[in-house]
């Protein structure tokens, strides 16, 4: 990355596309503050999250942010439930009533409610990228990071996530999403495309 700028704005659908190694995963992790920058500044609501005391910067990604991969990173021994509620866990003391309920709010916003106690090799990809989102959601978060969400599913299902996403955006939720689909990058607000770790364009959508 090298003198690259950019600002999301609060309630906004970015989506960024380039080719692999353009660096558009790299920017993704960056902006989440899963890796730290050599140089430059990452603000969220004015403060440089990567200067932040270690464990404010993770609670801030914990409270404010989520990530979605295309592999959903969900654990097969574990419910959808359970899967749902993990970032949510704190030791061995329970889960509270009240992010279980947001659990299960966030399993019915995604349509998916009645699978909250099979385990998720029981269901289809499309389904597992709903519980993905659904845990982001049930944390509260306030900006998803996307990276291609919609990368290893069919056509029709990669089009039924990305009403869900669009769908969450109008709620209020800010989405940054990395994808290699030029339809779905035109479904967002703003789009930006990116070369050698640069961004070389960006447009309204």
Same mark, same amino acid.
């Given at each position: 990355?090298?003198?690259? /700028?950019?600002?999301?704005?609060?309630?906004?659908?970015? /989506?960024?596309?380039?080719?692999?190694?353009?660096?558009?995963?790299?920017?993704?992790?960056?902006?989440?503050?899963?890796?730290?920058?050599?140089?430059?500044?990452?603000?969220?609501?004015?403060?440089?999250?990567?200067?932040?005391?270690?464990?404010?910067?993770?609670?801030?990604?914990?409270?404010?942010?989520?990530?979605?991969?295309?592999?959903?990173?969900?654990?097969?021994?574990?419910?959808?439930?359970?899967?749902?509620?993990?970032?949510?866990?704190?030791?061995?003391?329970?889960?509270?009533?009240?992010?279980?309920?947001?659990?299960?709010?966030?399993?019915?916003?995604?349509? &998916?409610?009645? =699978?909250?106690? #099979? =385990?998720?090799?029981?269901? /289809?990809?499309?389904?597992?990228?709903?519980?993905? &989102?659904?845990?982001?959601?049930?944390?509260?978060?306030?900006?998803?990071?996307?990276?291609?969400?919609?990368?290893?599913?069919?056509?029709?299902?990669?089009?039924? &996530?990305?009403?869900?996403?669009?769908?969450?955006?109008?709620?209020?939720?800010? &989405? #940054?999403?990395?994808?290699?689909?030029?339809?779905?990058?035109?479904?967002?607000?703003?789009?930006?495309?990116?070369?050698?770790?640069?961004?070389?364009?960006?447009?309204?959508?």
């Amino acid at each position: 990355m090298a003198n690259l /700028s950019l600002e999301l704005r609060e309630g906004e659908f970015l /989506s960024v596309v380039g080719r692999s190694g353009s660096g558009k995963s790299t920017l993704l992790h960056l902006l989440s503050s899963l890796i730290k920058p050599d140089s430059g500044e990452v603000f969220f609501h004015g403060e440089n999250i990567h200067t932040l005391p270690e464990k404010r910067r993770n609670r801030l990604r914990s409270e404010a942010f989520a990530v979605v991969f295309q592999q959903h990173h969900l654990l097969p021994y574990l419910t959808v439930m359970e899967n749902v509620l993990l970032p949510c866990m704190d030791g061995l003391a329970p889960v509270s009533a009240a992010r279980t309920e947001a659990a299960r709010a966030a399993l019915d916003r995604l349509e &998916i409610a009645g =699978k909250a106690d #099979i =385990k998720p090799n029981s269901l /289809s990809g499309g389904e597992q990228q709903r519980v993905a &989102i659904a845990r982001a959601l049930a944390r509260g978060a306030r900006v998803l990071f996307a990276d291609e969400p919609t990368g290893s599913l069919d056509s029709a299902t990669g089009a039924s &996530i990305m009403r869900t996403l669009r769908s969450l955006n109008r709620d209020g939720l800010s &989405i #940054i999403m990395v994808t290699h689909n030029e339809e779905f990058a035109g479904r967002a607000d703003r789009l930006i495309r990116m070369a050698d770790g640069r961004i070389f364009d960006a447009a309204a959508v």
